[in-house]
């Protein structure tokens, strides 16, 4: 099993940035896809950035160019940069990983972008 804790996030003007970090406790975490996710009120979760056990990453269209994942192995970090903020990136943000049916989340940290 795999323990996902977020912190990091926070009130923020739009056009500043943030980092975001997931701490992950637990097994064989190098095999796992990693990801961000966020969910604003009324709205469904989705997927912001996600990084594969070989690094290769993937966004979603709205953060691309502004947000960049990154994971760290030796400490068992996942990190998300987040440059620009606009006020449509309030949401609450989640850590993900995953390995084939295990499927694990993190409780969620707030993110509010308003000036």
């Known amino acids: 099993q795999v323990q996902l804790v977020e912190s990091g996030g926070g009130l923020v003007q739009p056009g500043k940035s943030l980092r975001l970090s997931c701490a992950a406790s637990?097994?064989?975490?190098?095999?796992?896809?990693l990801g961000w996710y966020r969910q604003a009120p009324g709205k469904q979760r989705e997927l912001v950035a996600s990084i594969s056990s070989r690094y290769s990453t993937e966004y979603a269209d709205s953060v691309k160019g502004r947000f960049t994942i990154s994971r760290d192995n030796a400490v068992n970090t996942i990190y998300l940069e987040m440059n620009n903020l606009k006020p449509e990136d309030t949401a609450v943000y989640y850590c993900?990983?995953?390995?084939?049916?295990?499927?694990?989340w993190g409780q969620g940290t707030q993110v509010t972008v308003s000036s």
């Open positions: 637990g097994t064989a975490f190098t095999v796992y896809v």
């Open positions: 993900n990983a995953k390995y084939f049916r295990l499927d694990y």
